[in-house]
């Protein structure tokens, strides 16, 4: 059995596969979009580089999700700010009628 090398994922943030990835021993490149993975510095190991890279976050939902939880949080502080104005206005009619007796 070989050991085969590591090779690294597509670019995370433009798709690109490995005939558009290069390593330098400390970081794995992309010419396409110039992403530069995390750095393994001082190491100069090309396995290393491309395990930094190749290490994901996983994703928290797919982008419906996360569009309607959004969605959510902007209706929330859409009703704090009308809840906010009504009682500016409250505030201002009770100082003003104060004043006025």
């Known amino acids: ?15 690109s ?6 390593c330098d021993g400390h970081y794995v490149h992309c010419e396409v979009c110039n992403t530069t993975g995390p750095s393994v510095y001082p190491v100069l190991d090309d396995d290393a580089a491309i395990a930094a890279w190749n290490r994901r976050v996983e ?7 996360l569009q309607s939880i959004i969605g959510m949080r902007i209706e929330e502080l859409e009703e704090l700010i009308c809840e906010l104005k009504n009682w500016r206005k409250f505030i201002r009619d009770d100082i003003c009628i104060g004043i006025r007796v």
């Open 59 to 65: 994703p928290i939902g797919n982008s419906d999700e």
């Open 1 to 15: 059995m070989t050991d085969e090398p590591l090779k690294p994922l597509p670019c995370p943030f433009c798709g």
């Open 17 to 22: 596969g490995s005939e558009d990835l290069y």
